[in-house]
């Protein structure tokens, strides 16, 4: 990647954006050495069209300064290789990304707390979990990871502000009455939920590509962003329970903010 920065060549780059925090800043400085914005993170929520309803009611005032936020993010099942810190790492490594868009704000702390366990789990995983976030303004946020729910895949986010709360919509789906019953289908996969939000980044990346200009989709430095948030979360979680600041360098001009 830091070769194909320093010839000018475009990357898109799937999450994470390196392992360490460190390696994430060394691809921040090849592109601020570079002079240009050229790496994508492929942090793909962003692009789904629910979550930029969402940021549109945000960012209008409609509802208000956001004052909390409730959060879930559900899998049926998930193998045995993966492990208790993957639940920040790989799971809530993309609310983490979408919260900090979405709210224009960045997360300041984290705790890692573990209710009852589920029966259904794996015995060395810790499932479900619970994340608390507190933000730079003051935001705070409950985001529950169960990642062995059984039912489905199921992504759910509601956002309160002083005069109203905007709720991320459930996927379009027909409803069913059959057997004195009246329901809709629950999907079993992120390839249902999030397969048009793929395309959108993707098409939309390739397009600043084919223009010549920086691509507008997550940068470099909410790659590394994320990573120290999650870094923080697996602390949390292995101190049981301890509230981590997170410890994140000055964000540079050179990504929209001044140092």
Known sequence: ??????????????????????????????ERAHGRRLVQVGFMRR??????????VLTSGAVGTPLIVHCAHRNPTVPESYVSAMAAQDTAVHEIDVLRWLLDDE???VQVTTPRAT?????????????????????????????????????????VGEDGLVRLPDPAA????????????????????FGDAFDTEFREWIASVAAGAEPTGP????????????????QSLESGGQ?????????????????
């Open 1 to 30: 990647m830091l070769n194909a920065i320093a010839e000018g060549k475009p990357v898109f780059c799937e999450k994470p954006l390196a392992t360490t925090a460190g390696d994430c800043l060394r691809v921040v400085e090849g």
């Open 47 to 56: 692009f789904d069209a629910g979550y930029r309803q969402m940021k549109d």
């Open 107 to 109: 997360i300041s702390s």
């Open 119 to 159: 029966g259904k789990r794996f015995g060395h995983l810790k499932d479900p979990q619970i994340m608390l976030f507190e933000t730079a303004n003051g935001v705070r946020i409950d985001l529950e990871v169960f990642v062995n729910c059984q039912y489905g895949y199921d992504i759910q986010r509601e956002t």
């Open 174 to 193: 027909v409803g069913i009455r059959a057997a004195g019953r009246h329901g809709t289908g629950v999907l079993q996969d992120w390839k249902g939920r």
């Open 219 to 234: 940068s470099s430095w909410d790659g590394y962003a994320a990573t120290v948030i999650t870094d923080a979360a697996v």
């Open 243 to 259: 509230i981590v600041t997170v410890d994140m360098k000055p964000r540079p001009a050179f990504h929209g903010a001044a140092s």
